[in-house]
């Protein structure tokens, strides 16, 4: 990979000043994104994905449907940074910003609290199955129980029998919920017998709360709703 001598010169400016630009706007452009330094690494936009055009791909594995996007990122020490040019990598679980036509730069989990774009929350949470920290996106906050979601992208080749040379990508994309009371983040199905578990001695008026007002456990904004209301008791 090619890599512009002036975007090293910024990078190697910022370590040795050990400085940080606060507003990072999306009216100052892309090549800006340097000024966050070690909070992540460039990158090709090439992948592993498959043979099909970066157009494509884009659209089947990440969040958003371009880069075309502006994000508020807070990191894991408190700093806080408006960018342009932002999107979710759902298959590598990571945020990324599209320097150009074949690079990116690649947001590390470890050094992001919360990123939102489009008005929409994703927080970064310790994953015990995967022993490592994870992108979720906040559904629903409450101070004793939070909905989250975490997205994955499955991908395998299929080979077409008449055609052996020429694979063909299939990305599938997988959604699993999570509940998180204080430190622990557990998997649930969005099922009434999965979700009442949570509401200890609650789970009775709650179960009534959503048949009164006709709300489903299998519904994403229904649970909200639900979660909301067992928040206020």
Known sequence: MKININIIYIVVLFISTSTFSQDIGAERGVPQIHAF???????????????????LVQAKIYYFPTYNNKGSIITATGRKYSIANINFNIYSNNFDSKMSPDSIYVFDNNQIKSVEVNN??????????????????????????????????????????????EPKASYTKVTNYYVKKADNIKKIVLKKKSMLRFFNNEKNIVADYAKKNNLSFKKERDVSIILKYYNSL
Do not use: A, C, W
Request: charged share 30%.
């Open 120 to 165: 929409k929350m994703f927080k970064t949470y310790f994953n015990s199955e995967e022993s490592k920290n994870k992108i979720y996106q906040v559904i629903y906050e409450g101070d004793n129980i939070t909905l989250l979601r975490k997205d994955k992208i499955v991908y395998k080749e299929v080979r077409d029998p008449l055609n052996i040379n």
């Open 37 to 55: 330094g070690q909070l992540g690494r460039t990158s090709t936009t090439k992948n592993n994905l498959g043979t099909q055009s970066t157009n």
